[in-house]
């Protein structure tokens, strides 16, 4: 850990300071702790902290306390709870003391220093919900606790609260429970309504709700804890909720959740309205200046799906309506697309999805394509691989064969096996009919990657700016002798 000698440092400085130092340097050492504190706490998170920066943790609040001639309760309080969890990962008996310790730290901490009364409810929440898997006697106790503080937190503030932890009361179980836990978890789940309903001069909220349940099942499906079955009913019933409660004043940041939450779901569900729903929020989102070009691009991509749903549904001229609506839409932000890589080139495969789409739409030609894609490229400077490929499908829609395994060889050269998964996918959705030269190429690059995979490293020798100075014969030499290159060089083991 690097931050031994820092430590070291802080703690010779310490001596000093804590005898003979003036309020000024005492506070500057107790923020040159805390910094090293919060790293420590960063360590931990990311699953590195040793053993010997879990110790220092606790010494570190004493001597900040001693500086600052006060306790400092939420740093207490952070401490036990990292120190719950390590004993946690690691099946300790010391989890009970430190959750007890850290629930001591969160009261003093509401009482003297209530400047963020719901994380503290809501570290209570957890603190609890963690002390019930691990105290049958007392499981009732510390899971009514635990539902006590979450509802105060949402009642504090119902569109920031953690949701997430009420929903883990209500719908998963510590193994082994006594029938008095089982009936309190039936009363609250029958009260879930209720309590989301008393709440709902908050705008907004039902989608809150509803997101946060979805969100809900992939944290429990990630976490892989023992049975769970989802409650499809409930978060349908907050869905439809949702759709009919008038739209919030989202932040910036709570108009891109909302209008990727609906997008996912109404792909998902197949269901017109949600997308609808996405498209606005998505165009509020437009109208904030501030959040950059991506919003374009989540236009486009929603009036692009609610074309499809629509052809998929038999409704060809709503179909074709709104996919010339996404034409439309792009053209129209032509001058900003072209600027961004990302978008650039998302509009050139959207065009690229517009030749193939079999409608009634102004369908661009392969030179329009072909002109947006050269702009991706320069763009993106040679570090992708899509402009590459669209080139490619481009020039086997127009019967030059040569010329698409010239522009694989671009991407080859510029980036050899970093894109062997992309060849994969690209392989597999190439037809031998269609293009049976380049469908032969790209089996027998992927052969050569599969031979040469063990041992390599990437080391590229030619540069994209060196790339578009030569011609396609000179670019199909280069790629050939890189082969050779690469499988006669010495292997990293």
Request: glycine share 4%; charged share 25%.
């Amino acid at each position: 850990m690097n931050n031994n000698l820092d430590l070291d440092n802080l703690n010779e400085l310490y001596v000093s300071c804590i005898e003979n130092g003036s309020f000024e340097e005492r506070e500057l050492l107790s923020e040159n702790y805390l910094d090293l504190f919060s790293e420590l706490c960063y360590d931990f998170a990311c699953g590195k902290l040793t053993k010997f920066g879990l110790s220092c943790l606790i010494p570190i609040v004493e001597k900040v306390e001693a500086l600052k001639g006060r306790i400092l309760w939420s740093s207490r309080a952070h401490t036990y709870m990292t120190l719950m969890e390590d004993a946690e990962k690691n099946n300790s008996k010391e989890v009970i003391k430190f959750g007890e310790r850290a629930i001591d730290a969160l009261f003093h901490q509401m009482e003297e220093e209530p400047e963020d009364l719901k994380l503290a409810y809501e570290n209570c929440t957890l603190c609890f919900y963690t002390l019930s898997k691990y105290d049958i006697d007392k499981e009732l106790f510390y899971w009514e606790e635990a539902l006590h503080y979450i509802k105060k937190a949402i009642q504090l503030d119902p569109i920031e609260a953690n949701w997430i932890y009420y929903y883990k009361l209500l719908y998963t179980t510590l193994g082994k429970e006594n029938l008095a836990l089982i009936e309190k978890r039936k009363l609250e789940i029958l009260n879930f309504k209720t309590l989301g309903h008393s709440l709902s001069y908050n705008q907004g909220l039902y989608f809150i709700i509803a997101s946060q349940l979805l969100r809900f099942k992939e944290v429990i499906d990630f976490e892989k804890s023992g049975e769970f079955i989802f409650p499809e009913g409930i978060y349908f019933y907050w869905l439809e909720e949702s759709m009919a409660q008038p739209e919030a004043l989202f932040t910036t940041f709570e108009l891109s959740n909302a209008g990727h939450f609906y997008h996912k779901e109404g792909l998902r569900l197949k269901r017109l309205d949600l997308l609808k729903k996405a498209l606005n929020y998505f165009r509020k989102l437009y109208d904030d200046s501030n959040y950059g070009l991506y919003p374009i691009t989540y236009i486009s991509n929603v009036l692009e799906h609610i074309a499809l749903l629509y052809k998929a549904n038999g409704t060809i001229e709503m179909a074709d309506d709104y996919m010339s609506r996404a034409l439309l839409w792009n053209e129209n932000k032509l001058d900003s697309i072209k600027n961004n890589f990302s978008s650039v080139l998302h509009y050139a495969e959207f065009l690229e999805r517009c030749y193939s789409y079999s409608g009634t739409i102004p369908r661009p030609t392969l030179s329009t394509i072909k002109s947006i894609v050269s702009i991706a490229e320069k763009e993106g400077k040679g570090f992708y691989s899509g402009p590459y490929l669209l080139q490619a499908r481009i020039a086997s829609e127009e019967n030059d064969e040569t010329l698409a395994i010239v522009y694989i060889c671009k991407s080859l050269i510029l980036h050899e096996l970093c894109i062997q998964e992309i060849l994969i996918d690209f392989n597999e959705k190439t037809s031998i009919e269609f293009a049976p030269k380049m469908k032969l190429f790209l089996e027998e690059t992927l052969i050569f990657m599969k031979e040469v995979n063990e041992g390599y490293y990437y080391n590229p020798l030619i540069k994209w700016e060196e790339l578009t100075t030569m011609n396609d014969v000179e670019i199909l030499e280069v790629w050939t002798q890189r082969k050779e290159e690469i499988r006669k060089r010495d292997r990293i083991f």
